[in-house]
């Protein structure tokens, strides 16, 4: 067999049989494929496509090439969550233990932010001592112990995945869903999975902006994990303004404790996580319907077990013990702290959702390229939401943490033109738009 055939015949559009699929895998990860080839196969598949089954192949092919984790003995079914990224989506900070408390056993594989969204690995990296890459050792201990750990992709799960996508992102082949689809399940099904839930976005701030390619994505992502044998659901969930009020890397983990522990919990992000939640736990036969998943994801979080179950993990993968009680001593503050004034008296009409996720970027709270630093500390916090009023001292846009005064005047400037301000507030749409099933 020769990659420059399997690649011809993806160019011509035929369906690739699955030894072909798992001769070019195995290419990807022993490196006897060279890159040129695996851009060449990346690209036919762009323009071509791949049918289903293929895509389950591939899918497949790409978990098996590193290490499959499973999870005997455990006294509950084994859940997990992804999202397709957002601005303010600080979502599996609150679901991983919440399901956790409702018995549950969570090893949540999280990402780091590229481009315009954050990613849950910069968030928990604010946290000092936080282990984000234990060894499967330590990472099955935290699990059958706390119940969850969100933690990121370790050497050996996928890798097959993490040199494809490397030569997709400077090939132009990122946007394509059969490729998106096996990169995310591939690492998803590697940890073990009983459940899943997706967190599809559309809208201003998310990757797929339209709802035709958003539902695209999440019928395919729903169609090849079940097809691999895992039984998923997908949420498509706007995206055409921040999810919480903050966005950032430490004032979103600050975010979420406040949720946590019922201090501040922001609506829409409440409705998220309360959605995907009762999604899962119906999954896991631990509720009988979304109902009943709601109320005991609510009852997790009126409890406080949750929040107690969310300290237990910081603590275990070595953050500080009493992180939820004194956060504020742990996190860095930036040094400038000033308000984004709206500039007149109104109603948030619109927000431009791309535009304020590059602002925490040009602040320095995210990152363009891979090997770009980030600033734990920067971003912004009470960012006004679609329909909140706005105008004069009491109502700016936003807080922006900053590193430096000219920092902070640059992010304001960006911000004021991500919002525009009108005489009446707009109707408030649903955050969970549609729900795509097996």
């Known amino acids: 067999m020769r990659p420059e055939e399997i690649i011809r015949r993806k160019r011509d559009g035929a369906a690739l049989d699955p030894a072909e699929i798992a001769f070019m ?11 040129g080839q695996v851009g060449a196969f990346a690209m036919a598949v762009f323009f071509r496509g791949m049918t289903p089954a293929e895509t389950v192949t591939l899918t497949e092919a790409m978990r098996d090439s590193g290490t499959v984790l499973d999870w005997p003995g455990l006294a509950g079914p084994v859940l997990d969550k992804h999202s397709t990224g957002g601005i303010g989506d600080n979502v ?53 112990e706390v119940g969850c750990a969100v933690v990121g ?25 059969p490729l998106i689809t096996a990169s995310i399940l591939s ?15 559309t809208g201003s701030g998310a990757f797929m ?38 966005a950032g890397n430490a004032v979103e983990v600050i975010n979420a404790i ?43 979080f009126a409890s406080g077990r949750a929040a107690e ?45 791309l535009a304020v996720g590059l602002a925490v970027v040009d602040l320095g709270g995210g990152r363009l390229r891979a090997a770009d630093s980030i600033d734990h500390a920067v971003g912004f916090t009470r960012l006004a939401g679609l329909g909140a009023p706005v105008g004069g001292d009491d109502a700016p846009l936003a807080m922006v943490h900053a590193r430096d005064p000219a920092a902070a005047t640059r992010a304001a400037k960006a911000l004021r033109a991500a919002y525009t301000v009108g005489d009446e507030a707009p109707a408030a749409g649903p955050v969970v738009i549609e729900r ?3």
């Open 187 to 201: 690492k998803k099904l590697a940890a073990g999975r009983g459940g899943l839930v997706l967190d599809v976005k």
């Open 209 to 246: 902006r339209t709802l035709g390619d958003s539902r695209a994505l999440a019928q395919s992502l729903v169609a090849v994990a079940n097809g691999a044998g895992v039984g998923t659901i997908a949420l498509i969930t706007d995206m055409n303004e921040p999810l919480a009020s903050a």
């Open 92 to 144: 599996s900070l609150m679901l991983a233990p919440a399901l956790a408390a409702c018995g549950a056993f969570v090893p949540m594989i999280s990402g780091r932010g590229l481009g315009h969204t954050g990613g849950t690995l910069d968030k928990l990296d604010s946290i000092p001592g936080y282990n984000i890459q234990p060894d499967l050792d330590l990472l099955r201990q935290v699990v059958a």
């Open 153 to 177: 992709q370790t050497a050996d799960l996928a890798p097959a995945d993490r040199r494809l996508y490397a030569i997709r992102d400077v090939t132009a082949t990122v946007a394509s869903i």
């Open 25 to 35: 895998v195995r290419g990807l990860t022993d490196g006897s494929v060279s890159e």
């Open 436 to 438: 795509v099933g097996a």
């Open 258 to 300: 406040a949720f946590l522990t019922g201090e501040h919990r922001d609506r829409r992000l409440r409705d998220v996580v309360l959605a995907l939640g009762a999604e899962a736990l119906v999954l896991g036969d631990l509720a009988a319907d979304e109902a009943e998943g709601r109320a005991k994801i609510d009852e997790a």
């Open 309 to 353: 179950t969310f300290g237990r993990m910081v603590s275990a993968l070595g953050g500080p013990a009493d992180l939820v009680e004194a956060r504020e001593t742990y996190f860095e503050v930036a040094p400038v702290l000033r308000p984004v004034a709206a500039g007149q008296r109104g109603f948030v009409a619109a927000i431009d959702a």
